[in-house]
């Protein structure tokens, strides 16, 4: 698999978090949540994989979340580094998450989200 489609993949995977088609799928969850994931939250809280499953169980709705400059690097063989940018009403955040590819399969490792203050800029591309 070429790099650009893995990158598209694992976009589709991000976007996924932001659906409740997805949220609401435990089954789905727990296939794409790597078994030690754990998550440090723009709350600066940080999350262990249970703890997140729960609360993206609870969602009842689409979140209304847009991505931008979502980049998508290769760390090894089989882990990927994705870093992007995202913004629900006027705040902005910094989003990196790790993925590993486990037998045809990406799960993800670990997610952090930075809220970005308005002198921020990121280039990511």
Do not use: P
């Amino acid at each position: 698999m070429e790099h650009h489609e893995i990158a598209m993949i694992l976009r589709e995977k991000e976007t996924a978090f932001f659906h409740y088609k997805y949220t609401s799928n435990r089954e789905w969850l727990e296939h794409t949540l790597h078994a030690n994931y754990s998550e440090f939250g723009s709350s600066g809280c940080c999350f262990q994989r249970e703890e997140v499953i729960h609360a993206l169980s609870a969602l009842t709705h689409d979140r209304a979340i847009e991505m931008d400059q979502f980049c998508c690097e290769q760390v090894s063989e089989d882990t990927y580094l994705v870093h992007y940018i995202t913004q629900k009403q006027t705040d902005r955040y910094y989003r990196t998450s790790l993925w590993v590819r486990e037998n045809e399969h990406f799960q993800l490792r670990f997610h952090q989200a930075s809220l970005l203050c308005e002198k921020t800029k990121c280039e990511t591309e």
